[in-house]
């Protein structure tokens, strides 16, 4: 039985519960079910051995621990269904009474729903949606060339040469940074390739390269800029020693319009132009798309007030780690080499993530009830349509279909499909 529920602060409430033994005692020989399934016992098929001679195995302690986790889960869902409680992220549950023969009494905190307030935002969402439409996505012509510079760069022949090494030239080459004669963290490398004129190390590095040949050394000194990103280093002056390996002359194609049927389903130039030109007018349109709907979120966001569950910050901010340690594993690097490089520890990135977090996770549940303040639901053919294509996607990935959680796979793919109708909804304001 519940003996109290407390509202506590940001959005939860602490649950006590009762049970008394003859309603719990049951989950013993359940946990004892369990148990018999893991342990030989001789003359007993696995899950058929006797209550008592699983304890003897196992013990009091643990068959008692086990029941009541048992009890715990199976009268917090019933709760849940009976009170019609939305409960979010993962309880916390804690035993206060465990002993055979007593009432189990154990209490939980959880999360739920928070209660969000949203003032008038309607006319600062129409005003937005007006001035969005009063300004059109536009092509300069050196934007296109550009471009297709970078193509033409992209297929560059690269000529070994025995000559000095002059802008515009790749060079492969070992480097040494020190400070005080102390080698710089992560300031060295071997066979480095590097092309003269891109600007990716600081200032005069590549000018002291230029003029080397092929296994010439050089020794010179520079000062790291007074905004270098990694703080420590930022306006020092360090020695560095560099040798070169290769030097190789970058023979860039002719624009022209073979250069154009060269790269495919091109007749000719004009036809490569457009084709970039629409390239990056998709490329503007998607980022205007998603920064108006950035400024329609923050805008109802500023209007709103709601007192957020730190449960759900908390995991928003854990998700926010899991995609930073993705996309660094992505380049090759660790995350403490990551975090070593940068000169920050984990804990100071999670705290300025967190107002990003709490933008987040107030944009999710604002999303959620102006769907259902506006009765904005999404089909199951739609669901299911966009299910199958990703089960298609994953097929093409070896035992990975294999690992679908179906469950979590609706419910992912209904919040982004709603979420996309809700903003196609606040557009057409």
Known sequence: MIIDIKKLQHSEIEIKFSIPWDEWKIFLDEA?????????????????APRDMVEQRVGKKALLDSAAEKAVRKKYADFLKNEKISALGSPR????????GNNLEFKITTAVMPEIEI?????????LNVDFKKKEVKIAEDEVEKEIGKIAESRAKLITVSREAKKGDAVFLDFKALQGGVPIENGSGKNHPLILGSGV??????????GLKEKEEKNFELDFPG????????????????KINLVQERQIPPINDEFAKSLGDFENLEKLRASVREGIKEEKTNERKEKRRSDIIGKIIEKSKADLPEILVSSEILKMAEEL??????????????LNKIKKKKEDLEKEWQPEAVRRVKAAFILEKLAKENNIEVPNKEIEKEMNEVIQRYKKIKDAEKNIDLGRLYNYVRGV???E????????L
């Open 32 to 48: 004892a079910a369990d148990f018999s399934k893991e342990l030989k016992i001789k003359g007993f098929r696995p899950g058929k």
């Open 93 to 100: 549950a804690e035993i206060l009474k465990l002993a055979e």
């Open 119 to 127: 003032e008038s935002w309607e006319k600062e969402i129409k005003k």
């Open 201 to 210: 190390f600081i200032p005069g590095f590549e000018e002291n390269i230029i």
């Open 227 to 242: 905004n270098y990103h990694e703080k420590n280093l930022a306006g020092k002056k360090a020695a560095f020693n560099v």
């Open 325 to 338: 340690e993705m996309q660094i594993e992505k380049t090759g690097m660790k995350l403490d080499d990551y």
């Open 417 to 419: 499909l709603l979420n």
């Open 421 to 428: 109708k809700v903003f196609e909804y606040l557009e057409r």
